[in-house]
């Protein structure tokens, strides 16, 4: 969400959860802490399984998904055109499997996302913005992967495995 469209919002009359009228898409309404399917709308974190086996934790800004419904038509706002808006979420995944060798082993994975700016064009499937710096992978549309930390012991992976280089921090998008 833009500067612009916060205060707007903030200057609106808008329903909260603490409210009661906000809704999941199942239709239950959402309340403040943990709900039973792991998301904390009010904190923006998702704490789960992502499938078996591997666990994540996933964190988002107002702009990815508010915790508020201004427009009031019963759901969690969130931007028309995710492009420009400074949308960010973050997502840690964390799974144990067997190795080949019958090793126990510990995969770790923290990747940083970000909506793209409005003048970001793709190639290749890597966005870059308007000067012709790379900002970084293609992924879900009009979004761009950041950063990508790797630890995985087993498979002697640890570490950055991608950061933008344009700038790999979730502000200023």
């Known amino acids: 969400m833009t500067q612009n469209e916060l205060q707007l919002k903030s200057a609106k009359v808008c329903n909260t959860i603490q409210s009661g009228k906000i809704f999941s898409n199942d239709g239950k309404v959402i309340t403040t802490g943990y709900m039973a399917n792991g ?3 009010q904190a923006h974190i998702y704490i789960g399984e992502y499938s078996p086996g591997w666990n994540l ?7 990815w998904l508010s ?7 019963g759901k969690l706002d969130r931007p028309a055109n995710y ?12 799974n144990t499997y067997v190795n080949d060798n019958g090793q126990q082993c510990h995969y770790d ?4 996302i970000v909506a793209v700016p409005l003048n970001a ?18 992924i879900w549309g009009n979004f761009a992967i950041i950063e990508d ?3 995985d012991p087993c ?17 200023n998008w």
Not at 109 to 112: A, Q
């Open 39 to 41: 998301y904390n709308y």
């Open 57 to 63: 934790v996933m964190k988002w800004n107002d702009a």
């Open 67 to 73: 915790n508020m419904d201004c427009n009031l038509d």
């Open 83 to 94: 492009r420009g808006s400074g949308a960010w979420c973050t997502n840690h995944w964390t």
């Open 109 to 112: 994975e923290f990747v940083k």
């Open 121 to 138: 064009v793709v190639k290749d499937g890597i966005f870059y913005n308007a000067d012709g710096t790379e900002i970084g992978q293609s």
């Open 149 to 151: 930390i790797v630890n």
């Open 155 to 171: 498979a002697n992976v640890k570490g950055v495995q991608y950061k933008s280089p344009d700038h790999s921090g979730l502000g």
